[in-house]
């Protein structure tokens, strides 16, 4: 903090503790914090997105990779359509069954626009999910490790911004008597440096600007996989074909879903297969947000050598706020 302004660093490294800055001068600290800033925005975030991909923990103490950029470095991408049944549709083996209505970016802007009620939509449509993941022979959902190489790509072609000077604003709030200050919220402007949601933004604009192209891939969607091997299919699993059918109408089938999923994944590759640097674009990036720390119950605690005042942060679990005193009988206060 300087002249009425403060400059908030992200420490990545988890051997950066009081114990350790106890023995260090102000400056060595400031010094100290700007070097784990970049680390946190550069080299930091690409460890962080490799650990993950090979299955070790995360090591960084800032949670900024969190669920949602996890599952783009996955290529766990989704976006939404609504389809309804065709008219007369009659005896069939054609899986193409369902008429593409619309796409949309997100479940929660489709459910707004369409007021589907437990998954149908007033006009006895339904609302289904296109994943960009693909999916293994077994069904499960796999991962495309390309998503997350993009992102790293991204990474490296960013430059560094050290984070700006600030304004800090402070707001007092008082017992029912109106006479004590028991807390205090403080704002200031935090980053995050993913944004799972460019992924989502970016995928839909990839669908809408291929409408006619992503309407086809749709309505091959039932198989899921796009070209996978079938290994087990059922008669019985299939649109209405069942036990009765002889082995020729089957073998028709089976040939027809083999047809499909080599044109539905011959689409899909058309459309997202070489699109991972575009659908991964911005995920990584400066993404400011309002931080609001409300700090309670002055506290001090000594450290080695040096001893800490501030306060208990009661909205964020018992963490503290905390500075080093500058001698042995400062305290911290709330304002009277």
Do not use: C
């Not at 992102?151 to 960013?158: G, L, P, T």
């Not at 297969?273 to 409300?294: F, H, P, Q, R």
């Amino acid at each position: 903090m300087k002249n009425g302004k403060t400059q908030a660093f992200q420490i990545f490294d988890g051997n950066v503790t009081l114990g350790k800055l106890s023995s260090m001068s102000d400056s060595d600290t400031i010094k100290l914090a700007k070097s784990q800033d970049k680390k946190y925005s550069t080299t930091g975030a690409i460890q962080e997105i490799k650990n993950y991909q090979k299955g070790k923990p995360s090591v960084g103490q800032e949670a900024d990779f969190n669920k949602g950029a996890q599952a783009v470095a996955d290529g766990d991408i989704s976006i939404y359509y609504l389809s309804g049944p065709k008219k007369d549709s009659g005896e069939t083996i054609d899986r193409r069954q369902d008429k593409i209505i619309n796409i949309y970016p997100t479940y929660d802007e489709a459910e707004d626009k369409e007021n589907p009620q437990d998954g149908t939509s007033a006009q006895g449509a339904n609302l289904n999910r296109l994943a960009m993941q693909p999916t293994k022979n077994d069904g499960e959902e796999g991962t495309d490790s390309g998503f997350g190489k993009a992102i790293i790509k991204h990474i490296e072609n960013s430059t560094y911004r050290e984070p700006k000077s600030q304004d800090i604003s402070v707001k007092n709030y008082t017992d029912n008597s109106g006479n004590k200050i028991v807390n205090q919220k403080i704002k200031y402007t935090a980053i995050d440096l993913f944004n799972s949601n460019k992924a989502t933004d970016n995928t839909y604009k990839i669908a809408k600007e291929n409408k006619a192209d992503t309407f086809k891939l749709l309505s091959y969607a039932s198989t899921g996989d796009y070209g996978g091997k079938l290994s087990e299919i059922d008669s019985e699993a299939v649109y209405g074909i069942g036990n009765d059918n002889d082995d020729a109408d089957f073998a028709k089938y089976k040939s027809e879903i083999k047809q499909m999923d080599s044109e539905g994944y011959a689409i899909y590759q058309k459309l997202f297969g070489n699109s991972y640097s575009e659908i991964t674009k911005g995920v990584y990036g400066n993404y400011e947000w309002d931080k609001d720390l409300a700090i309670g119950d002055p506290t001090s605690q000594k450290i080695y050598k040096s001893r800490y005042i501030g306060y208990t942060i009661t909205s964020d679990g018992g963490s503290h706020i905390l500075t080093k005193a500058q001698n042995d009988k400062q305290k911290a206060v709330l304002a009277k």
